[in-house]
C-alpha cells in the first residue's frame, strides 16, 4: 500500500463506498472518512475498511484531519454527502486544512447555481473545485458510472485518469466521462439527465397503464411485451428493469408490482429541470409533465375520494390487442425522441445563456453507458451531432424526422384510444403537442398578441413589417397611443 492515497472519499453511504470500492479496483488507493452525528452512524470508516474494504488499498481515517494528511499533493477529495448545506459545512471544515492547487470535487446530485457559486469561492482561495454529475446508482458506482465533470478546467487533467478508469465504457472502450464545460455545467448536464430520465420513467409508466387499464394485461403479459421492446429500438435500461420488475413475484406468488402504493418520490433534480426551462423559455413540457404526473401521484388520498364520484368513459378496448401493442411501441418511441429534443434544446439556450461550450454529441456519448438512460437511443443523438454539430432541434435531423414521421399515425391513435377510453397518458399526449406545435409554421400566438395589447397596450409585431418593429392599436377608440416597453421574460 502507497504511504499517501491517490484521491480521498467523504461519505460512504451507498454511492459514495461503491465509487470507493471501483477506484480501489482500477489501481488507486483511496483515503476514506464518513462525517458522523455523535450517536448515529459511528464506526462507518470502521466497518467499511474491516468489511467490504478489508485487504485493499483503502486508508481509513477518524477524523478530517488525519484523512486530509493521508493524501498525497495535490489532494483530491470526493465529496459524497447530501446536496445543499452539508457540502457547503463540509467546504468549511476542509479549507483550513488544504493547500493551493488542491481540488474539491462535488459528486452529488447539486443544483448547478450552487456549483458555480462554489466554484468561483474555492478558486478565489486559491483551490480548484469540480461539481461533477455521477449516474448509474449503486451498480453503476461500482462497475463503472457515466461521470459528467464541470467546474475549475485547471482541475480536470488532475482527476481525469481516475475518473476516465473508473467510468463505464461503450463498446469501442471510449469512457463515458469527459469534461464537460466550466462552472456548473456538469451538473447543469446531470440535473438535464435526471429530467430526462423523468420523463422517459414517465412514458413508460403511462404504456404500462395503457397495457394494464386499456388492454386488461397481466404483468406476466405485460413482462413479455417489455422482454419484447428490450430486443428493439427502446433497447434501454429502464424497458429492461421494467420487464425484471413485471416478472417478479412477492412472497406469496403474486406480482410484487400490484402490491406497490402508486404515490412516486423525488428529490428535486426534474423540477430542477423544469425551473430553469421556463427561466430560459425553452419548452420543456414532456419533462415538466413527468414532475407534475409524480405530485399528482402523491395526492393519493384525494384521488381515492375523487375516484368515488368523478366519472370517465369506459375503459373497455373491443378493437384488435396486438395492432394497439405494435402502436403503443411506436408511441412510446415517437414520445422518447421529444423527451430527448426537448432536453438537447434547453441544453443549448443554456449553453448560449451561461457562456458554456457545450459537445452535445459528447454528452450522448457520456449517457451511453453507466447511467440510468442509457440505451441504444443515444448512439443514434450521436451520430446526429457527428452529421451537423449544430444541429438546434433533433426532429430537424434526417433520422429523427424519419422515424417520427414513420409513427406518428400509431401515436396519435394510441394519444387518442388513451382519451377516448379515459386511460391517463398526459407525457405521451403533451409529446404529442409539442411536435403538432413545432411542426406548424403559424401558431394562434398572433391572436394572444392581439390580447395582450387590447387590455395591456404590450404591443405585437407584424407580418408585413421587419421583425422588431412593434406596433400597438387603440382597439376600442377610448385609449391613447402610448403603448406599454415591448419585452419578453
Not at 459514495?16 to 459511528?42: H, S
Not at 456548473?184 to 387499464?213: S, T
Not at 394572444?448 to 421587419?466: C, I, K, M, N, S
Request: charged share 25%.
Amino acid at each position: 500500500m502507497k504511504e499517501k492515497a491517490d484521491i480521498g472519499m467523504i461519505g460512504l453511504a451507498v454511492m459514495g463506498e461503491n465509487l470507493a470500492l471501483n477506484m480501489e479496483d482500477k489501481g488507486f488507493t483511496v483515503a476514506v472518512y464518513n462525517r458522523t452525528v455523535p450517536g448515529v452512524e459511528e464506526g462507518v470508516v470502521e466497518r467499511f475498511v474491516n468489511g467490504r474494504g478489508k485487504g485493499k488499498d483503502f486508508i481509513g481515517s477518524a477524523t478530517v484531519e488525519e484523512f486530509v494528511k493521508t493524501l498525497a499533493a495535490p489532494r483530491r477529495i470526493m465529496m459524497m454527502v447530501k446536496a445543499g448545506k452539508p457540502v457547503d459545512e463540509l467546504i468549511e471544515q476542509l479549507l483550513p486544512l488544504l493547500a493551493p492547487g488542491d481540488i474539491l470535487i462535488d459528486g452529488g446530485n447539486s443544483h448547478f447555481p450552487d456549483t458555480v457559486r462554489r466554484t468561483e469561492y474555492l478558486e478565489s482561495k486559491g483551490l480548484l473545485f469540480i461539481g461533477t454529475g455521477v449516474s448509474g446508482g449503486e451498480e453503476g458506482a461500482l462497475r463503472g458510472p457515466s461521470i459528467m465533470p464541470g467546474g475549475s478546467p485547471a482541475a480536470w487533467p488532475h482527476v481525469k485518469p481516475i475518473f476516465q478508469a473508473i467510468a463505464a465504457k461503450v463498446a469501442d472502450g471510449t469512457p463515458c466521462c469527459d469534461w464537460v464545460g466550466a462552472g456548473g455545467a456538469g451538473h447543469f448536464v446531470k440535473m438535464v439527465h435526471n429530467g430526462i430520465e423523468y420523463g422517459d420513467m414517465q412514458l413508460i409508466c403511462e404504456a404500462y397503464q395503457v397495457m394494464k387499464d386499456l388492454l386488461g394485461m397481466s404483468p406476466d403479459e405485460m413482462h413479455e411485451v417489455f422482454k419484447k421492446w428490450d430486443r428493439g429500438d427502446l433497447d434501454s435500461y429502464l424497458i429492461e428493469i421494467t420487464r425484471d420488475i413485471l416478472a417478479f413475484k412477492d412472497a406469496d406468488g403474486e406480482p410484487l408490482v400490484d402490491k406497490i402504493l402508486d404515490t412516486a418520490g423525488q428529490k428535486g433534480t426534474g423540477k430542477w429541470t423544469s425551473v430553469v426551462s421556463l427561466d430560459l423559455g425553452s419548452p420543456l413540457t414532456l419533462i415538466s409533465e413527468a414532475v407534475f404526473a409524480r405530485c399528482l401521484s402523491a395526492a393519493k388520498e384525494e384521488r381515492v375520494e375523487a375516484a368515488k364520484v368523478l366519472r370517465g368513459p369506459s375503459a373497455r378496448f373491443s378493437g384488435d390487442r396486438e395492432a394497439l401493442l405494435a402502436d403503443l411501441e411506436k408511441a412510446l418511441y415517437a414520445s422518447k425522441i421529444i423527451s430527448y429534443t426537448q432536453g438537447y434544446a434547453l441544453l443549448r439556450e443554456a449553453a448560449k445563456e451561461f457562456g458554456w461550450t457545450l459537445d452535445y454529441g459528447g454528452i450522448a456519448l457520456l449517457w451511453r453507458g453507466g447511467c440510468i438512460i442509457r440505451s441504444v437511443f443515444l448512439g443514434r443523438i450521436k451520430e446526429a451531432f457527428d452529421r451537423d454539430p449544430d444541429l438546434s432541434n433533433l426532429l430537424l435531423d434526417p433520422f429523427f424526422r424519419e422515424r417520427i414521421e414513420a409513427s406518428q399515425d400509431a401515436w396519435r391513435r394510441v394519444v387518442s384510444a388513451a382519451a377516448l377510453h379515459g386511460v391517463w397518458a398526459p407525457a405521451m399526449s403533451t409529446a404529442l403537442g409539442y411536435y403538432d406545435g413545432f411542426r406548424n409554421g403559424r401558431l394562434p400566438a398572433n391572436l394572444l398578441q392581439a390580447q395582450r395589447d387590447y387590455f395591456g397596450a404590450h404591443t405585437y409585431e407584424r407580418v408585413d413589417a421587419p421583425r422588431g418593429k412593434f406596433f400597438h392599436t387603440n382597439w376600442t377608440g377610448r385609449g391613447g397611443e402610448t403603448a406599454s416597453s415591448s419585452y419578453s421574460v
